[in-house]
């Protein structure tokens, strides 16, 4: 499900364009959508009947990553939900598979293990290899 990108489609723009652009060349305009579309959809999602708040908290802390990279302000990494990481490398996975389609050649897997993993703690890049059989 794409929820935690609800705040993209209410802004009228597709999550594909935003996302496929490197952060540093999307307009002013468009980078603080993208910084905030996280809240717009939690702001959207927040008077759905079965939208708890862990799922809330996940949606909103989905781009956030070790090391304090993230979308959040002066965000405590400590305080990251489980549930934002496995929704936030299976977001990073989706990316790599269409950057594969685009690229004939590249390895999503290999990708995800070269350029992502040093984003996510260690249990979740374990759960995410354990499921595609790759060695660590």
Do not use: C
């Amino acid at each position: 499900s794409y929820f935690h990108d609800l705040g993209l489609i209410g802004a009228g723009i597709r999550a594909e364009h935003l996302e496929r652009v490197p952060f540093e060349k999307l307009s002013e305009e468009d980078q603080l959508i993208y910084r905030e579309h996280p809240a717009k959809s939690v702001e959207i999602l927040k008077d759905v009947v079965n939208a708890n708040s862990v799922m809330l908290q996940a949606i909103l802390q989905h781009h956030e990553r070790r090391f304090g990279r993230g979308l959040i302000p002066n965000f405590k990494v400590s305080e990251l939900s489980p549930l934002a990481e496995i929704i936030g490398i299976a977001d990073e996975f989706i990316h790599a598979l269409q950057d594969s389609i685009e690229r004939p050649g590249l390895d999503p897997l290999l990708k995800m293990k070269n350029d992502v993993f040093n984003g996510f703690w260690y249990p979740t890049i374990r759960a995410f290899s354990k499921v595609f059989k790759m060695k660590l």
